[in-house]
T-cell receptor
Framework: ETGVTQSPTHLIKTRGQQVTLRCSSQSGHNTVSWYQQALGQGPQFIFQYYREEENGRGNFPPRFSGLQFPNYSSELNVNALELDDSALYLC???????????FGQGTRLTVV | KNEVEQSPQNLTAQEGEFITINCSYSVGISALHWLQQHPGGGIVSLFMLSSGKKKHGRLIATINIQEKHSSLHITASHPRDSAVYICAVLPSTYNTDKLIFGTGTRLQVFP
């Protein structure tokens, strides 16, 4: 049990739709990172939020956006879904200066 | 070439065998994580280390910073150890907690 929960666990969307994925971090964890894991691949960094501000971004287009809230929850929003967005989306929270990451169970998104 | 390489990609073992999974990386790092991922996706952090060696139960992780190499060892392997083991590094050049992941080693332990 990592104390990080993601919802929903599974989701099916149609190409062109928008989706919001949610992550509830451990209390006190001021840093949350989101990762995309395609089938058979290692996770790829999407972006990180620190104290509600974006603090680093990977090689993902602007239609991937996020929010972090004062209650340690966060969201990943993806607009104009494409088939290649089908993946497992993971969030990881940490106390920034300890660098130890705690991962959620992931949300498996399928775009059809 | 990936910045984090793992070997082997797939590994099968009989229950009780000693397992070694290797991770090599090409960037300077602040820390290295060993992670376990079971079918269904959830990732559990096994170790975070920046030098030396750590042990937890039957699991041992070592790192050699000069050689940019880490190993995860499983002693007396058990079928419940079957999972994907992922090495991830935290580059020292970044001011974020962006992890760079290897593609994982799929371990199957048979009774």
């Amino acid at each position: 049990e990592t104390g990080v929960t993601q919802s929903p666990t599974h989701l099916i969307k149609t190409r062109g739709q928008q989706v919001t994925l949610r992550c509830s971090s451990q209390s006190g964890h001021n840093t949350v990172s989101w990762y995309q894991q395609a089938l058979g691949q290692g996770p790829q960094f999407i972006f990180q939020y620190y104290r509600e501000e974006e603090n680093g971004r990977g090689n993902f287009p602007p239609r991937f956006s996020g929010l972090q809230f004062p209650n340690y929850s966060s969201e990943l929003n993806v607009n104009a879904l494409e088939l290649d967005d089908s993946a497992l989306y993971l969030c990881a929270s940490s106390l920034g200066n300890t660098r130890e990451a705690f991962f959620g169970q992931g949300t498996r998104l399928t775009v059809v | 070439k990936n910045e984090v390489e793992q070997s082997p990609q797939n590994l099968t073992a009989q229950e009780g065998e000693f397992i070694t999974i290797n991770c090599s990386y090409s960037v300077g790092i602040s820390a290295l994580h060993w992670l376990q991922q079971h079918p269904g996706g959830g990732i559990v952090s096994l170790f975070m280390l920046s030098s030396g060696k750590k042990k937890h139960g039957r699991l041992i992780a070592t790192i050699n910073i000069q050689e940019k190499h880490s190993s995860l060892h499983i002693t007396a392997s058990h079928p419940r150890d079957s999972a994907v083991y992922i090495c991830a590094v935290l580059p020292s050049t970044y001011n974020t907690d962006k992890l760079i992941f290897g593609t994982g080693t799929r371990l199957q332990v048979f009774p």
